[in-house]
Every structure is written in structure tokens, then in C-alpha cells.
């Protein structure tokens, strides 16, 4: 089987294509890596839990606003 002598164009058509699905590996890597330290998080770590205010609280707020 004869190797096909490829323009320049051609060549930087293969070339352009490489880099794209490189990139697109990386970026699939550092999106996993991303995901993965999320999920070493705890809710409470990143989002502050609602304080829940008793009855008394309730009714001064009512009664204020």
C-alpha cells in the first residue's frame, strides 16, 4: 500500500485536526479531575446551611416587617 503524499494544506488540515481531539482529551481529563475533587467536598464545606429560627423569632419578625 503506497503512502499518499499530502499537499500542505492537507498536512496542516491532519495537524489542525490532531491538536482539536488533543484538546478535547485534556480537556475531558481536567473536567474529570474537576468532578472528581468536587466530590471530596461536603455540602455544609460550600454552602452555609439555613439557620431555622425558633417560634419566638418567628413572631418578631412577623410583627417588625
Not at 461536603?42 to 418578631?60: A, C, F, S, V
Request: hydrophobic fraction near 30%.
Amino acid at each position: 500500500m503506497e503512502k499518499k503524499i499530502l499537499t500542505r494544506e492537507e498536512q496542516v488540515i491532519d495537524w489542525l485536526k490532531n491538536e482539536i481531539e488533543k484538546d478535547n482529551k485534556e480537556l475531558d481529563k481536567e473536567k474529570k479531575n474537576l468532578i472528581d475533587s468536587l466530590k471530596n467536598f461536603k455540602k455544609e464545606d460550600l454552602i452555609e446551611p439555613k439557620k431555622k429560627l425558633n417560634l419566638w423569632q418567628k413572631i418578631k419578625k412577623t410583627l417588625l416587617t
